[in-house]
Each structure stands twice: as C-alpha cells, then as structure tokens.
C-alpha cells in the first residue's frame, strides 16, 4: 500500500464543536482556528444560548477570542426549548444563526433546558422548516428503563423516525453517530438528513474505557459503543456518501473535573482533531476520502460554500501534550503524551 507523506485538503469544517465561554474559550479556540475554517458552535453554556440576541452576543466574544490575524468564522446555534418560539426563529434566521441544537432534557451536559417532549415544538420546527434553518439532534433518548447503551438506537424509533415524517423538509442533522444502527437510518434516509461523526468514535470502542483501569478522558455522550459498531461507523465515513460529515464534539473540560468521582461527559479532540481522523481514515485504507468527509459534505449539505484554500497534514509523528492550559487550571487532551502520526503543517495556503 502506498504512504503518502503528505496529504494536502481543501480547509476543513468542523460542523460540531463545544468553545465555552471566557477563560476556557480564550484557552480553546485557537487549537480549532488553527485547524478549520469554520465550526458549527454548541449552545450548551450555563445558561444556555436560547435567543438570536444572545447568540449575537456569543458571537462577538468568540470573535474577540480569536488568535491574532485568524479568519475563523463561527457559525451559530440556538439550544431548542420547549418555549422557543416561531418569532425567536425569524429573529433567529435574521441575525445569521443556522441551526437550532435539540438536547432531549436530561440527556447530557447543560441539557436541563432541553426538550421535554418534542410534541411541544411541532410550531417553532414548522417555523424552522420554512426559514431553512436545520435542526440538531442529540439523538439519545433519556428514559432511565433504557440501557445507556441502547439510547441512541432507541431514539430512532422513538424520536427521528416520527420527526422525519412530520417535517419532511426540515434538514436534520443526526450529530456524534455512535451505533450501526444510526449509521444505516442515515444512509437511507431521504436527502434532507445527514450526520456528523467525531474522530474519537471513529477510533475507540467502549473498551476504552476500561483498559487497565477506568478511563475518564474516554468518557462522552453517546458513550463508545461495541467495535461492531465502531466499524459501522468507520464504513459510513469512508463511503464517499456526503450523508456523513465531521463534527469533532470537542468538549473541554477541566482535568480536575474529568477525573473526579463523577466525571463529565466529553472529549477533548481539538488539539489534534484533523490528525485524529486522518489516523482512522489511513486504517481503514481510505485517506483519499478524508477531503469530502472533512472538507466538502458538511458545506454542502448547510448550503454553505465550500471553503478557499488548503492545509497540509504530514506523516511526521507528533507527540501530544499531557496537558495544556485552560484558564486558571489545565485541561488533557484526549491521547494527551502519546505520539500521532500526522501533524498539521501551521498555517494555510
Ligand atoms: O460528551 C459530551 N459532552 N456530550 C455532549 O452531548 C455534551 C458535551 C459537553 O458539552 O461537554
Ligand atoms: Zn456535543
């Protein structure tokens, strides 16, 4: 097999990353500007971002954040409530947010404010069809009778398929795929519905978690699944359709956080995160289609031009910081102290 030992793509998307806010998005948001042109931004803060004069708001200090001379454009989200109205989405539309994220209530960080059934929206998703705004989906569902497991397969039936039907020309994104399951409904599914898929569920399976002891920087929600899942994820990535998109879910958090008696759910990839993918594509024989994965499908499908100019990964092994800072305190990276073998070239042409 050859080894190419550079592969040079069109600038990257990343359609699902969490930035925070103040000290920790100062601390975060250049690894992501570093690497991709534009990130679709989670709502998820405390509290969370629910109207279009809040996102405005958010925008400004993401943009304030930004590393000198760095062009990256953040593209904003509304977090869906069961109040959300039809006039917060036309303000919404009118003030450049794309998309509105829905967190069922209780399924993950920040999500209390969530969707407590998705029946109480049906007017502000009508709104939401019509403007051409997309919408989001956390794709787990909550009840505590359903094994963790088994959450995000149980949303289909319960959640997605219903939502399909009643808004066929909503554009759904089905965000951090982690089972088979979801990976086929998005396959043949009609054109309005696509998926991100994040390096780490690309890499890992549930063991992960458990290898010599529990490991806390693998935890995230949807949680790793079994490797025959793994698997299915990695055949959708690499199949060339332009359902599949990525979307890093980068979620920083504070290493004291991660690595307490409960620990928070989320990965932090963005250090690393084009390196990351490049890895699970080249293992799986397919870098050739990392530049649709990466930097193509996701524009298409949010009906946003693609991006002007290129990055170039080199095989030129890298080692990982153990930890960076974050703030106050630090943060570590997923894979943090362990050698990569791309590394980013710095900068863009
Ligand atoms: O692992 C996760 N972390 N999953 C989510 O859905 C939220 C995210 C976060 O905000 O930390
Ligand atoms: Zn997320």
Redo the contacts with the bound molecule.
Sequence with gaps: MSMPATLTLTRPDDWHL?L?DGAALRAVLPYTAAQFARAIV?P?LKPPVTTASQAIAYRERILAARPAGSDFTPLMTLYLTDTTTPAEIARAKAAGVVALKL?PAG?????DDGVTDIRKTRATLEAMQREGLLLLV?GEVTDPAVDIFDREAVFIDRVMIPLRRDFPELKIVF??LTTREAAHYVRDADAHTAATITAHHLLYNRNALFVGGLRPHF????ILKREEHRQALLAAATSGSPKFFLGT?S???AAALKEASVC????FTAPAALELYAEAFEAAGALARLEGFASHFGADFYGLPRNTGCVTLLRQPRTLPEQLPFGEVTIKPLLGGQELNWSLQPGWS
Excluded: K, V
Excluded at 107 to 111: E, F, G, I, K
Excluded at 219 to 222: G, N, R, S, V
Excluded at 264 to 267: D, M, N, R, T, V
């Design positions: 969490h925070r989670m998820n967190y399924a993950t960080t920040n999500s956390h965000e951090h935890y995230c929600l949807p879910d979620a920083p958090h928070g759910a989320g990965c």
